[in-house]
Each structure stands twice: as structure tokens, then as C-alpha cells.
């Protein structure tokens, strides 16, 4: 089992930036896929990003494509998401999840992810 911290949360005036982390430890970072999800208030969680193990490949959601990019950094065992132009509805609870060890390929549902952080709040005011 991997445990997951994300940061990088916070208010930011939209239009703004901000850049997530997720910090892994338990296994070896480059041996499965992560992804990144949110959670808006009265909502459900929905994909933001997903990245392979190797992080050659990436997938993000496509009403997102251009503002966020998520990569990784496997000697730093570290996922990152990088959000830019940021809107008041990007705001929710943005959460990192760890996929199956050793699983090929890109992971864009919630039910194939076994291990996630406890979440980081990103608000954005307009």
C-alpha cells in the first residue's frame, strides 16, 4: 500500500495559477499509474488527470485540456498538477490517487485506483 499527501492548495484569484503535489511513500513511486480527481461541494468526484508510470503518458479531462498538466517526478517518488487560468469552478477538493502496482497504461475511472491522499482545497475567487 502507497500513502499519498497531497499540498499546493489554497485561494487564488481566478486567472491565477497553482501547482499541486502529491508526495508518495510505501513502494516505489515509478511502478504504477496516478491520477489526479476533484470533488466540488454537492458533487461527484470526477477525473482531472492521469499519468503511467513511466510518465510518458499522460490523458487529461478534456474540458481542462490547456489549463492543467499533470507530470511526474519518480526520483522524488512526486505527481504534480499544474493548473493555470484558473475559474471560480475549478474550485473543490482536489485529490491524488495511486493505481495497481505494475499496471500498463493510463487509468481515467475512480474504481480502478486503490490508494488516495486525504485531499487538498483549491478555492478560486472571482
Known amino acids: 500500500q502507497v500513502q499519498l499527501v497531497e499540498s499546493g492548495g489554497g485561494l487564488v484569484q481566478a486567472g491565477g495559477s497553482l501547482r499541486l503535489s502529491c508526495a508518495a511513500s510505501?513502494?516505489?513511486?515509478?511502478?504504477?499509474?496516478m491520477g489526479w480527481f476533484r470533488q466540488a461541494p454537492g458533487k461527484e468526484r470526477e477525473f482531472v488527470a492521469a499519468?503511467?508510470?513511466?510518465?510518458?503518458?499522460?490523458s487529461h479531462a478534456d474540458s481542462l485540456k490547456g489549463r492543467f498538466t499533470i507530470s511526474r517526478d519518480n526520483a522524488k517518488n512526486t505527481v504534480y498538477l499544474q493548473m493555470n487560468s484558473l475559474k471560480p469552478e475549478d474550485t473543490a477538493v482536489y485529490y491524488c490517487?495511486?493505481?495497481?502496482?505494475?499496471?500498463?497504461?493510463?487509468?481515467?475511472?475512480?474504481?480502478?485506483?486503490?490508494?488516495w491522499g486525504q485531499g487538498t482545497q483549491v478555492t478560486v475567487s472571482s
Open positions: 490517487a495511486g493505481g495497481p502496482e505494475g499496471r500498463v497504461g493510463l487509468l481515467r475511472s475512480q474504481y480502478e485506483y486503490a490508494d
Open positions: 510505501g513502494r516505489t513511486a515509478s511502478s504504477y499509474p
Open positions: 499519468i503511467s508510470w513511466s510518465g510518458r503518458s499522460t
